[in-house]
Protein backbone atom coordinates (compact mmCIF):
# COMPACT_ATOMS: atom_id res chain seq x y z
CA UNK A 1 0.00 0.00 0.00
CA UNK A 2 1.67 3.23 -0.94
CA UNK A 3 1.35 6.17 0.76
CA UNK A 4 1.79 9.74 0.49
CA UNK A 5 5.99 10.90 0.53
CA UNK A 6 6.66 14.30 2.79
CA UNK A 7 9.71 16.48 1.55
CA UNK A 8 12.60 16.49 4.13
CA UNK A 9 12.75 19.80 5.58
CA UNK A 10 14.49 20.95 9.04
CA UNK A 11 11.05 21.36 10.97
CA UNK A 12 10.04 17.68 10.45
CA UNK A 13 14.04 16.02 12.24
CA UNK A 14 13.41 15.54 15.58
CA UNK A 15 15.09 13.27 18.19
CA UNK A 16 15.90 9.76 17.38
CA UNK A 17 13.25 8.04 19.34
CA UNK A 18 13.81 4.82 17.97
CA UNK A 19 17.75 4.70 18.98
CA UNK A 20 16.61 6.67 22.52
CA UNK A 21 14.38 3.35 22.83
CA UNK A 22 16.71 0.73 21.86
CA UNK A 23 19.59 2.06 24.30
CA UNK A 24 17.16 1.46 26.80
CA UNK A 25 17.50 -1.68 26.42
CA UNK A 26 20.43 -2.73 25.23
CA UNK A 27 23.86 -0.19 25.26
CA UNK A 28 24.32 1.25 21.53
CA UNK A 29 27.89 2.01 20.06
CA UNK A 30 28.12 5.31 18.36
CA UNK A 31 28.24 2.81 14.94
CA UNK A 32 25.39 1.25 16.12
CA UNK A 33 23.66 4.88 16.41
CA UNK A 34 24.63 6.03 13.60
CA UNK A 35 22.53 3.28 11.43
CA UNK A 36 19.65 4.05 13.80
CA UNK A 37 19.85 7.67 12.51
CA UNK A 38 20.32 6.85 8.91
CA UNK A 39 17.10 4.35 9.14
CA UNK A 40 15.34 8.01 11.09
CA UNK A 41 16.10 10.72 8.45
CA UNK A 42 15.12 8.49 5.72
CA UNK A 43 12.19 9.05 3.04
CA UNK A 44 8.96 10.01 5.44
CA UNK A 45 5.71 8.92 4.34
CA UNK A 46 2.69 10.23 5.63
CA UNK A 47 -0.88 8.74 6.56
CA UNK A 48 -3.63 10.80 7.84
CA UNK A 49 -5.71 9.55 10.72
CA UNK A 50 -7.93 6.92 10.35
CA UNK A 51 -6.72 5.18 7.42
CA UNK A 52 -4.90 1.70 7.15
CA UNK A 53 -1.32 1.50 6.58
CA UNK A 54 -1.38 -1.83 5.74
CA UNK A 55 -4.43 -4.34 5.61
CA UNK A 56 -4.89 -8.07 6.25
CA UNK A 57 -3.83 -10.32 3.48
CA UNK A 58 -1.29 -8.12 1.52
CA UNK A 59 1.97 -8.53 1.15
CA UNK A 60 4.09 -7.13 4.08
CA UNK A 61 6.70 -5.47 2.19
CA UNK A 62 8.68 -3.39 4.63
CA UNK A 63 9.28 -2.73 8.24
CA UNK A 64 7.44 0.80 9.23
CA UNK A 65 9.56 2.70 11.32
CA UNK A 66 6.83 5.13 13.68
CA UNK A 67 8.36 8.38 13.70
CA UNK A 68 5.10 10.30 14.97
CA UNK A 69 1.53 9.76 15.61
CA UNK A 70 -0.19 6.73 17.12
CA UNK A 71 -1.03 3.14 15.43
CA UNK A 72 -2.57 -0.05 16.31
CA UNK A 73 -2.60 -3.55 15.27
CA UNK A 74 -5.98 -5.18 14.65
CA UNK A 75 -8.30 -7.99 13.33
CA UNK A 76 -11.92 -7.50 11.98
CA UNK A 77 -14.42 -10.09 12.49
CA UNK A 78 -17.14 -10.84 9.80
CA UNK A 79 -19.55 -9.11 11.19
CA UNK A 80 -18.02 -5.85 11.52
CA UNK A 81 -16.64 -6.30 15.61
CA UNK A 82 -13.13 -5.14 16.01
CA UNK A 83 -10.23 -5.64 18.63
CA UNK A 84 -7.30 -3.75 18.88
CA UNK A 85 -4.44 -5.71 19.31
CA UNK A 86 -1.33 -3.16 20.06
CA UNK A 87 -0.66 0.26 19.73
CA UNK A 88 2.48 1.22 18.58
CA UNK A 89 3.68 5.06 19.86
CA UNK A 90 6.79 7.13 17.85
CA UNK A 91 9.53 5.52 17.53
CA UNK A 92 8.47 1.72 17.39
CA UNK A 93 9.06 -0.05 14.77
CA UNK A 94 5.80 -1.79 13.32
CA UNK A 95 5.63 -5.62 13.32
CA UNK A 96 9.48 -5.86 13.03
CA UNK A 97 9.33 -9.79 11.78
CA UNK A 98 6.38 -9.62 9.91
CA UNK A 99 8.75 -9.72 6.40
CA UNK A 100 9.57 -13.32 7.17
CA UNK A 101 5.35 -13.84 6.16
CA UNK A 102 4.00 -14.23 2.71
CA UNK A 103 0.37 -12.44 3.83
CA UNK A 104 0.28 -10.37 6.81
CA UNK A 105 -2.72 -12.12 9.07
CA UNK A 106 -3.78 -8.61 10.86
CA UNK A 107 -4.29 -5.05 9.64
CA UNK A 108 -2.60 -1.85 10.66
CA UNK A 109 -4.24 1.07 11.57
CA UNK A 110 -2.95 5.01 11.95
CA UNK A 111 -5.54 6.23 14.68
CA UNK A 112 -3.50 9.75 14.44
CA UNK A 113 -1.91 10.88 11.32
CA UNK A 114 1.62 9.86 10.98
CA UNK A 115 4.74 9.33 9.67
CA UNK A 116 6.79 6.67 9.00
CA UNK A 117 9.57 5.81 7.23
CA UNK A 118 9.84 2.60 5.34
CA UNK A 119 12.77 -0.34 6.10
CA UNK A 120 13.48 -2.56 3.41
CA UNK A 121 14.09 -6.61 4.04
CA UNK A 122 17.85 -5.46 2.95
CA UNK A 123 17.68 -3.06 5.43
CA UNK A 124 17.61 -5.25 8.43
CA UNK A 125 19.70 -7.66 6.76
CA UNK A 126 22.92 -4.75 6.50
CA UNK A 127 22.07 -4.84 9.72
CA UNK A 128 22.76 -8.18 11.22
CA UNK A 129 26.10 -8.45 8.76
CA UNK A 130 27.35 -5.24 10.64
CA UNK A 131 25.90 -4.13 13.39
CA UNK A 132 25.17 -7.77 16.12
CA UNK A 133 24.21 -5.80 19.24
CA UNK A 134 21.41 -3.62 16.89
CA UNK A 135 20.44 -7.32 16.31
CA UNK A 136 20.48 -8.11 19.43
CA UNK A 137 18.41 -4.83 20.42
CA UNK A 138 15.86 -5.61 17.99
CA UNK A 139 15.17 -9.38 19.10
CA UNK A 140 14.88 -7.98 22.72
CA UNK A 141 12.50 -5.22 21.14
CA UNK A 142 10.04 -8.26 19.28
CA UNK A 143 10.53 -9.87 22.90
CA UNK A 144 9.24 -7.26 24.97
CA UNK A 145 6.23 -6.54 22.46
CA UNK A 146 5.28 -10.14 22.92
CA UNK A 147 5.35 -9.21 26.33
CA UNK A 148 3.16 -6.47 26.33
CA UNK A 149 0.65 -9.36 24.35
CA UNK A 150 1.21 -11.82 27.53
CA UNK A 151 -0.06 -8.35 29.80
CA UNK A 152 -3.03 -8.00 27.54
CA UNK A 153 -4.47 -11.44 27.74
CA UNK A 154 -4.16 -11.25 31.15
CA UNK A 155 -6.33 -8.00 31.39
CA UNK A 156 -8.76 -9.79 28.78
CA UNK A 157 -8.82 -13.05 30.94
CA UNK A 158 -8.77 -12.00 34.36
CA UNK A 159 -7.94 -7.94 35.38
CA UNK A 160 -11.66 -6.18 36.18
CA UNK A 161 -12.85 -3.20 33.77
CA UNK A 162 -10.84 -0.76 36.39
CA UNK A 163 -7.74 -2.75 36.37
CA UNK A 164 -7.46 -3.05 32.87
CA UNK A 165 -8.07 0.78 31.56
CA UNK A 166 -5.70 2.03 34.91
CA UNK A 167 -3.25 -0.75 33.06
CA UNK A 168 -3.00 0.20 29.89
CA UNK A 169 -3.15 4.12 30.70
CA UNK A 170 0.09 2.76 32.95
CA UNK A 171 1.65 0.88 29.75
CA UNK A 172 1.09 4.19 27.76
CA UNK A 173 3.54 6.09 30.34
CA UNK A 174 5.57 4.06 30.95
CA UNK A 175 6.31 3.50 27.08
CA UNK A 176 6.39 6.89 26.22
CA UNK A 177 8.46 8.46 29.25
CA UNK A 178 11.24 6.21 28.02
CA UNK A 179 11.51 8.19 24.83
CA UNK A 180 11.16 11.10 26.67
CA UNK A 181 7.54 12.04 25.50
CA UNK A 182 5.96 11.97 28.95
CA UNK A 183 7.09 13.56 32.35
CA UNK A 184 5.47 14.68 35.07
CA UNK A 185 2.66 12.73 35.52
CA UNK A 186 1.38 13.80 31.71
CA UNK A 187 1.72 12.81 28.09
CA UNK A 188 -0.49 12.47 24.77
CA UNK A 189 -3.24 10.51 24.48
CA UNK A 190 -4.82 11.28 21.36
CA UNK A 191 -6.97 7.64 21.16
CA UNK A 192 -10.95 8.22 21.56
CA UNK A 193 -12.79 5.85 24.51
CA UNK A 194 -13.72 3.75 21.03
CA UNK A 195 -10.10 2.74 20.93
CA UNK A 196 -9.91 2.07 24.56
CA UNK A 197 -12.91 -0.10 24.55
CA UNK A 198 -11.85 -2.21 21.57
CA UNK A 199 -8.51 -2.50 23.05
CA UNK A 200 -9.74 -4.04 26.51
CA UNK A 201 -12.69 -5.92 25.63
CA UNK A 202 -15.66 -3.11 27.16
CA UNK A 203 -18.18 -1.01 25.60
CA UNK A 204 -17.43 2.70 25.10
CA UNK A 205 -20.19 3.16 27.84
CA UNK A 206 -18.10 1.12 30.24
CA UNK A 207 -14.69 3.17 29.36
CA UNK A 208 -16.54 5.97 29.82
CA UNK A 209 -17.81 5.01 33.02
CA UNK A 210 -14.54 3.31 34.05
CA UNK A 211 -12.61 6.67 33.20
CA UNK A 212 -14.77 8.79 35.54
CA UNK A 213 -14.48 6.19 38.28
CA UNK A 214 -10.65 6.66 38.13
CA UNK A 215 -11.24 10.14 37.77
CA UNK A 216 -13.40 10.39 40.90
CA UNK A 217 -10.79 8.68 42.69
CA UNK A 218 -8.06 11.48 41.75
CA UNK A 219 -5.76 8.93 39.87
CA UNK A 220 -6.27 10.37 36.01
CA UNK A 221 -7.84 13.15 34.31
CA UNK A 222 -7.97 13.13 30.04
CA UNK A 223 -8.66 16.58 28.88
CA UNK A 224 -7.87 18.24 25.21
CA UNK A 225 -6.62 14.99 24.34
CA UNK A 226 -3.65 14.40 27.04
CA UNK A 227 -3.25 12.02 29.81
CA UNK A 228 -2.45 13.71 33.16
CA UNK A 229 -2.01 11.20 36.38
CA UNK A 230 -1.97 13.27 39.54
CA UNK A 231 -0.50 10.13 41.46
CA UNK A 232 1.48 7.61 39.77
CA UNK A 233 1.89 5.03 42.32
CA UNK A 234 -2.01 5.17 43.06
CA UNK A 235 -2.77 4.43 39.58
CA UNK A 236 0.12 1.66 39.50
CA UNK A 237 -1.32 -0.12 42.91
CA UNK A 238 -4.76 0.18 40.87
CA UNK A 239 -3.89 -1.62 37.85
CA UNK A 240 -2.04 -4.23 39.63
CA UNK A 241 1.06 -2.90 37.07
CA UNK A 242 4.71 -4.29 37.68
CA UNK A 243 6.98 -2.23 34.46
CA UNK A 244 9.32 -5.21 34.91
CA UNK A 245 7.08 -7.35 31.91
CA UNK A 246 8.51 -4.24 29.82
CA UNK A 247 12.40 -5.66 30.28
CA UNK A 248 14.06 -2.24 30.66
CA UNK A 249 17.70 -2.09 31.62
CA UNK A 250 17.38 1.39 31.60
CA UNK A 251 14.30 2.78 33.24
CA UNK A 252 13.53 6.68 33.68
CA UNK A 253 12.60 7.78 37.56
CA UNK A 254 8.81 8.12 36.78
CA UNK A 255 5.90 5.75 36.19
CA UNK A 256 8.61 2.43 36.57
CA UNK A 257 10.14 3.47 39.86
CA UNK A 258 7.00 4.41 41.55
CA UNK A 259 5.55 0.76 40.24
CA UNK A 260 8.41 -1.25 41.70
CA UNK A 261 8.10 0.71 44.84
CA UNK A 262 4.75 0.38 45.12
CA UNK A 263 4.65 -3.24 43.95
CA UNK A 264 7.82 -4.51 46.90
Known amino acids: MKHQPIARFPWLEQENLLARRLDGCVELSPADMATLDRFWRGQRNLVPANRDIAREG ?44 DRLDH ?6 PIRYVALSASDLETVSHSHPNLV ?8 VHAAIQREWIISLGKRSALERLAHLLCEFYTRLELVGLARDGSCELPITQTELADAIGLSPVHVNRTLRELRERDLVVVQDRRLHIPDLAGLSTVALFDPAFLHLKHRAPGMAESSRMQLS
Open 58 to 101: DFPGSIRLLLSGWACRYKMLPDGRRQLMGFFLPGDLCDLNSFLL
Open 107 to 112: SLLALT
Open 136 to 143: KAFHHDGL
